[in-house]
Nanobody, 126 residues
Framework: QVQLVESGGGSVQPGGSLRLACAASGSTLDYSGIGWFRQAPAKEREGVSC????????YIAPSVKGRFTVSRDKGKNTVYLQMSSLEPEDTAVYYCATIQICSDRSGLGYGPFETWGQGTQVTVSA
């Protein structure tokens, strides 16, 4: 069974950068890739990025396109979310999760049995 451990959150000023990491352990056979989600207080969870394991395809949500990138280190079985030009609106708890779909057409797709990381807080404020 896969387990996901996130790291890299913190506080940063507007315009700053952070890199989140999602280290996966266990089998990769039951999912198509890793997605990054975020949830701010009183807001719905939002999928922001994903990477598909089969071919390395990456998806970035329009709300963060041009500022966020996603990558994978196969040797470390770790997926990274590089966040730049951060804005106060990016403040949220960020989660990584296994996903079944990662495409331009569908964005991120996941089911009820996905594995989620514990979440990491990102705070952007002056």
């Amino acid at each position: 069974q896969v387990q996901l451990v996130e790291s890299g959150g913190g506080s940063v000023q507007p315009g700053g950068s952070l890199r989140l990491a999602c280290a996966a352990s266990g089998s990769t056979l039951d999912y198509s890739g890793i997605g990054w989600f975020r949830q701010a207080p009183a807001k719905e969870r939002e999928g922001v990025s994903c990477i598909r394991y089969s071919d390395g395809f990456t998806y970035i949500a329009p709300s963060v396109k041009g500022r966020f990138t996603v990558s994978r280190d196969k040797g470390k079985n770790t997926v990274y979310l590089q966040m730049s030009s951060l804005e106060p609106e990016d403040t949220a708890v960020y989660y990584c999760a296994t996903i079944q779909i990662c495409s331009d057409r569908s964005g991120l797709g996941y089911g009820p049995f996905e594995t989620w990381g514990q979440g990491t807080q990102v705070t952007v404020s002056a």
